[in-house]
């Protein structure tokens, strides 16, 4: 369209509240309305505020409206279905309170107005109170609440290169399975306690007959990778079974 990169100076970010830098030798500030001009925005719409000052003036803002991702209702709803107590953090105003109320639930905490430092710290409470803390983040705000969190995923997007410290990174494509990812974690222990529980049974059928002298040492060295071979041919095909009937298209 014949737009041409703008050569920034001076540049600094302060987290949670927005960036500056010079312009044309002109201070171009760009964040909250608290960060640009002090105190709280007069209005309040459905949509997220990014203001802008030149030279510490008052320019007006860009209103961003957000759209939620294909089938984040749904994860959401697994989610509670299965019993797990969900938090919101968000850096943002609280524009869309009741949509987001409605979305998660009536008894879900929403937080708006975090810097990092309030994320890490919400965590931090969680856990003293006996929590254990799985935190999806996908900015820089959230880098510090991710390694704080007991299991942390980055969400990432092909627009972005960042990813904070975490667990895990998961392609932003992929949220709307998180409920299901848990699902099959919380499957897949279960099968690997049951192998562990087999093999000792496995293993104590076959010490019994080798201590009265009944098996030759033949047999014994088939039946010792025999125990192996089947353990992980079972596991494999009963996680791959799981997996199907966990990840089935609806």
Same mark, same amino acid.
């Not at 960060?35 to 003036?57: C, L, M, N, P, Q």
């Not at 609280?94 to 990092?116: I, K, S, Y």
């Given at each position: 369209?014949?737009?041409? %990169?703008?050569?920034?100076?001076?540049?600094?970010? *302060?987290?949670?509240?927005?960036?500056?830098? &010079?312009? *044309?030798?002109?201070?171009?500030?760009?964040? +909250?309305?608290?960060?640009? *001009?002090?105190?709280?925005?007069?209005?309040?719409?459905? +949509?997220?505020?990014?203001?802008?000052? $030149?030279?510490?003036?008052?320019?007006?803002?860009? %209103?961003?409206?957000?759209? #939620?991702?294909?089938? $984040?209702?749904?994860?959401?709803?697994?989610?509670? %279905?299965?019993? #797990? @107590?969900?938090?919101?953090?968000? /850096?943002?105003?609280?524009?869309?309170?009741?949509?987001?109320?409605?979305?998660?639930?009536?008894? $879900?905490?929403?937080?708006?107005?975090?810097?990092?430092?309030?994320?890490? @710290?919400?965590?931090?409470?969680?856990?003293?109170?006996?929590?254990?803390?799985? &935190?999806?983040?996908?900015?820089?705000?959230?880098? /510090?609440?991710?390694?704080?969190?007991?299991?942390?995923?980055?969400?990432?997007?092909?627009?972005?290169?960042?990813?904070?410290?975490?667990?895990?990174?998961?392609?932003?494509?992929?949220?709307?399975?998180?409920?299901?990812?848990?699902?099959?974690? $919380?499957? /897949?222990?279960?099968?690997?306690?049951? +192998?562990?529980?087999? +093999?000792?049974?496995?293993?104590?059928? /076959?010490?019994?007959?080798?201590?009265?002298?009944?098996?030759?040492?033949?047999?014994?060295?088939?039946?010792?990778? @025999?125990?192996?071979?089947?353990?992980?041919?079972?596991?494999?095909?009963?996680?791959?079974?799981?997996?199907?009937?966990?990840?089935?298209?609806?």
């Amino acid at each position: 369209n014949g737009a041409s %990169a703008l050569s920034l100076e001076d540049f600094s970010e *302060h987290g949670g509240k927005g960036l500056e830098a &010079m312009v *044309h030798c002109r201070r171009l500030r760009v964040g +909250s309305f608290s960060y640009i *001009h002090g105190g709280e925005a007069a209005t309040r719409t459905t +949509s997220t505020e990014v203001w802008v000052s $030149v030279d510490g003036k008052l320019r007006g803002c860009f %209103a961003v409206r957000n759209r #939620y991702r294909t089938g $984040v209702p749904e994860m959401i709803a697994g989610l509670r %279905a299965r019993g #797990y @107590a969900l938090h919101l953090l968000s /850096g943002d105003n609280d524009a869309e309170r009741a949509t987001l109320q409605t979305l998660l639930g009536p008894d $879900v905490a929403l937080q708006f107005h975090q810097t990092p430092q309030s994320k890490l @710290a919400y965590i931090k409470r969680l856990q003293q109170g006996g929590a254990r803390v799985l &935190m999806l983040g996908d900015g820089l705000n959230d880098a /510090g609440a991710l390694l704080q969190a007991d299991a942390g995923i980055a969400v990432t997007e092909n627009t972005s290169q960042f990813t904070p410290a975490c667990d895990a990174i998961l392609d932003a494509s992929g949220v709307r399975l998180v409920d299901r990812f848990l699902a099959y974690a $919380v499957q /897949g222990k279960t099968v690997v306690t049951a +192998s562990f529980v087999l +093999s000792i049974c496995y293993n104590v059928v /076959g010490l019994s007959f080798a201590v009265r002298a009944v098996l030759s040492p033949m047999v014994a060295a088939i039946l010792m990778p @025999a125990s192996s071979i089947s353990i992980v041919t079972l596991v494999t095909v009963v996680s791959s079974i799981v997996a199907r009937r966990i990840f089935r298209k609806k």
